[in-house]
């Protein structure tokens, strides 16, 4: 795959986010790891469908694994601002390599926000360093969108829980050491029925299933989970029983800015591709850049990448400094679903500014472009993210009257 090692000038002409010297710190490392070890080998990795283990384990020495986690346990003591700047430079060169790294801070966070003490010291300082990866399990083959029919279950033992049921499309699956479990416990209670749980990688009565096959992302371990008369001691069910889908809804209301962050950072990447191409190629004896037709396409594109950026880190610092953030399900819901639609927008457009060449894997911008559609899937589908927003105004115009 061609595209060149190239880190433009242009974030000198960003505009200026007063991002703190650490957090400017945090994006270099970000982008130094995404240009110098990850843009050799996209290609590779997405063409052979490989996970990116020597990349995660560059990610883990240099600390980035930690920057969203409190210093306590091993962590730079950051936020999800940290945490998107981190994201976005990943994403800008592969999105595959980003999902790997953001899906570990995904199973992370219900441990940061609702672990007890003794979780948060057993399991954070080794997802912090990097040393073990962490993924999060909720979805199933008949419940997507619908998160409440799912059908694990967590029954009551003794000592703890036997878990039993089929968690699938789980990123980082078999490659993680530490799953987080949305498993039903009292089915009666309806959304208060579910709970929680941490699953070691090799506990007895837990497989991995199918590897799936995918047509972006391709980096990235999408796998099922098998449970089977699996014991999860009492200790590792997070939260009190019954919080699930809470210990669910909150954790992605802070985690998904994360996906507008890939959003923005692969935006930016075909953003990139596409100003340098139409610099180089020539047709009818001119850079095709001179034609205003191109030059608007790409003017549409920039525009759109500041905008998602400008809202994406305006939301992450929202959920950072507000103690008690109010309608973070409304904001996290509008970063998530502007960033990533701009991400399928700029990087379809990246490809018509290529041409046929953009259409073939020579060039990044193709992958790009497969790589996009994920964000307005996972995390909760665009629809289901404008249902939320849709509510939530509903709700604050009524309080209105
Ligand atoms: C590559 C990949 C990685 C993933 N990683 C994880 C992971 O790590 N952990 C995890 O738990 N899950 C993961 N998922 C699952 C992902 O979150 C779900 O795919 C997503 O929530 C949508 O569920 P679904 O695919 O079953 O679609 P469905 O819910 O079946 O939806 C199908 C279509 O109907 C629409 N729709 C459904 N209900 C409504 C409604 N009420 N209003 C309007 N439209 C609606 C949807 O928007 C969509 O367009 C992953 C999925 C993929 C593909």
Redesign the pocket.
């Known amino acids: 795959m061609r595209g060149g090692s190239f880190i433009l000038k242009q974030e000198e002409k960003r505009l200026n986010y007063f991002l703190t010297p650490d957090q400017e710190t945090i994006r270099e490392l970000a982008r130094k790891i995404a240009e110098e070890k990850v843009r050799p080998v996209r290609g590779e990795l997405d063409e052979k469908e490989e996970f990116p283990w020597e990349i995660m384990r560059i990610c883990a020495e240099s600390g980035l694994f930690g920057v969203s986690i409190e210093e306590e346990y091993g962590g730079f003591g950051g936020g999800e601002l940290e945490n998107c700047l981190a994201v976005e430079e990943l994403s800008r060169v592969c999105l595959g390599v980003a ?1 790997s790294y953001a ?1 570990s801070g ?2 992370a966070h219900p441990i940061i926000l609702y672990g007890s003490a003794e979780q948060k010291k057993k399991y954070l300082p080794d997802i912090a360093k990097g040393k073990r990866l962490a ?5 199933e083959a008949d ?5 409440g029919a799912i059908r694990t279950t967590a029954t009551r033992k003794e000592d703890g829980y036997l878990l039993n049921g089929t ?7 078999g490659e993680a050491e530490i799953y987080t479990i ?1 498993a039903i416990t009292d089915r009666s209670k309806g959304p208060r029925g579910a709970s929680a749980f941490i699953v070691e990688k090799g506990a007895p009565g837990f497989e991995f299933g199918k590897k ?1 096959k ?1 047509m972006g ?1 391709r980096a ?1 371990a ?1 796998r099922e989970l098998i449970f089977q008369d699996c014991f999860v001691r009492k200790e590792n069910r997070i939260a009190r029983e019954g919080m699930g889908f809470i210990v669910t809804m909150r954790t992605f209301d802070r985690t998904r800015p994360g996906v507008g962050a890939q959003g923005v950072g692969i935006a930016q990447g075909a953003l990139d591709e596409a100003v340098r191409y139409a610099r180089e190629r020539e047709q009818f004896g001119r850079k095709i850049i001179s034609f205003q037709a191109v030059q608007h396409i790409l003017a549409d594109m920039a525009t759109q990448v500041e905008a998602a950026r400008a809202l994406v880190y305006s939301v992450a610092r929202y959920i950072d400094q507000e103690k008690d953030p109010k309608e973070i399900s409304k904001v996290s819901g509008m970063a998530k679903v502007f960033a990533s639609d701009v991400a399928m927008r700029v990087t379809t457009d990246a490809v018509q500014i290529f041409g046929g060449y953009g259409y073939m894997r020579e060039y990044p911008v193709e992958k790009m472009m497969r790589d996009a559609k ?1 964000l307005q ?8 993210q ?2 939320v927003i849709g509510q939530e105004l509903s709700k604050e115009y009524a309080s209105k009257k």
């Open positions: 999902t899906a995904l199973g993924a999060f399990g909720l979805t419940a997507g969108s619908d998160a968690k699938q499309w789980i990123t980082n699956g949305i799936e995918k992302i990235s999408t994920i899937i996972y995390e909760g589908t665009n629809q289901i404008r249902n």
